[in-house]
């Protein structure tokens, strides 16, 4: 006992004792439901004193075995959160080692600690998706998804489960429950575009790139969210017009236009419009001068095709010549011109501007397969043959694809505003000399 306690006991009993020598009477104690007892005052207040003394002691007393009880759970808790987090490391280090099944013990493993264990049910699922077990995939996304609502890997993993089976609404579903928890998620809005891409939603996707570009900063990205917009434009237009909305569809082109004259399937869109108004020669005269100031190729080629569909070639023809009087030193306008004249079936003709041109200025082997398949026309094999020989050595010799992409050089046989490819729009072109890398 301290020296403190021992003086507050002996100052306590020098009070008490003071006290019991000025109060001698006797009190009545009566116990409730009880018996009376007689007291004097002194015995009272330390009757009193010992029974508060008692009370609190067993305060104390609870309160410390609760602190104790408190302490051995913390302790227990701590030591099963270490355990689980050794796990989840191990599941970690794993998963980045390719090491799946090891992945999926260690798992399973903190599933049996914890089966709420929202991070672990969400790798577990990511290792079933990455083996194409979709459906054991929503099964585990699903239960960490009723486990946590809110859990954003989770939901970004029932979207890619149900983009994986090509449930595009339901991925939606998803997309829109995280944007809000998240509005500016910005890997949750390209979820959304790419699905609103696979469901031709083009009206919903041009209000989205508003809000993607409001939120991207990094420059290159931002550039390539503008061509998009672009694209999509492009896209809504070309499904007015296929059905039939000429007005809507003429009113997007013209402003892909007006945003970037250089924008080629905008210019085809429109000469298709004039064609389906049956205004011809309106849509001739509006490809003549739009590739007298774009001087794009593919623009020629959608002119050929439409002279030669209302049986005007000699028109075409004049077109190339006054073309190329003012363009003397154009390879391509003459090389086209040469194409033409092989496809009216005007052999000479054909190998007269074929042969002016110089073959080892020019990529690829179609100038010397056309020229080949020309003398053979005219019986003259040793000179195809030879023609066929270069073919070969400069590359191919069979028919070229039609048309190129520039971005990723794709090729295919018809045209198309998009490259089917790259994704990109705006980038297809016409193959002319058939040097397009297959």
Not at 256 to 270: D, V
Not at 386 to 391: G, I, K, L, W, Y
Request: aromatic letters at 8%; glycine letters at 6%.
């Amino acid at each position: 006992m301290g020296k403190t306690t021992t003086t507050l006991m002996l100052v306590f009993l020098g009070v008490l004792g003071a006290l019991a020598f000025d109060n001698r009477e006797m009190v009545t104690l009566k116990i409730p439901f009880g018996e009376t007892y007689e007291m004097s005052k002194v015995t009272l207040i330390l009757f009193s004193t010992i029974l508060g003394a008692f009370v609190v002691l067993i305060g104390f007393f609870i309160r410390d075995t609760k602190r104790a009880i408190d302490g051995l759970q913390e302790q227990k808790r701590s030591k099963r959160e270490a355990k689980i987090q050794a796990a989840y490391a191990k599941a970690l280090n794993a998963i980045l080692g390719h090491k799946d099944e090891e992945a999926n013990e260690a798992l399973n493993d903190i599933l049996k600690d914890d089966p709420e264990h929202v991070d672990a049910l969400v790798r577990l699922g990511d290792i079933a998706l990455g083996h194409d077990d979709t459906a054991a995939a929503m099964d585990y996304y699903r239960r960490a998804y009723a486990i946590n609502a809110k859990s954003l890997p989770a939901l970004l993993g029932l979207v890619a489960a149900h983009e994986r089976i090509h449930n595009w609404q339901g991925a939606l579903r998803h997309i829109d429950e995280i944007l809000d928890i998240d509005a500016a998620n910005l890997t949750a809005l390209y979820k959304k575009q790419a699905v609103l891409e696979r469901l031709e939603k083009w009206d919903d996707l041009l209000s989205l790139q508003k809000t993607i570009l409001k939120l991207e900063v990094h420059e290159k990205e931002k550039q390539r969210e503008e061509r998009k917009v672009l694209g999509y434009k492009y896209e809504y237009a070309r499904v007015s017009l296929e059905n039939a909305e000429l007005e809507k569809a003429e009113k997007a082109f013209r402003t892909i236009l007006r945003m970037n004259a250089s924008f080629l399937p905008a210019y085809l869109g429109l000469a298709e419009i004039l064609v389906t108004r049956g205004e011809t020669e309106e849509a001739i005269n509006f490809l003549e001068k739009s590739f007298e100031s774009l001087n794009a190729p593919i623009l020629l080629a959608r002119l050929e095709d439409l002279l030669i569909s209302v049986g005007e070639p000699g028109r075409l023809i004049r077109y190339y010549l006054s073309a190329i009087a003012q363009r003397p030193t154009d390879r391509e306008l003459k090389f086209l011109l040469g194409k033409l004249y092989a496809r009216l079936e005007m052999v000479d003709d054909a190998l007269q501007v074929l042969s002016s041109l110089d073959s080892t200025s020019l990529p690829g082997a179609e100038l010397y397969r056309l020229r080949g398949e020309l003398y053979l026309k005219r019986n003259q094999s040793l000179r195809a043959l030879d023609e066929f020989r270069a073919a070969l050595a400069a590359g191919r010799l069979e028919t070229p694809a039609a048309y190129c992409c520039s971005s990723c050089s794709a090729h295919g046989l018809e045209w198309a505003g998009r490259c089917p490819e790259c994704g990109e729009w705006n980038t297809y072109t016409l193959d002319i000399y058939g040097s397009c890398p297959r």
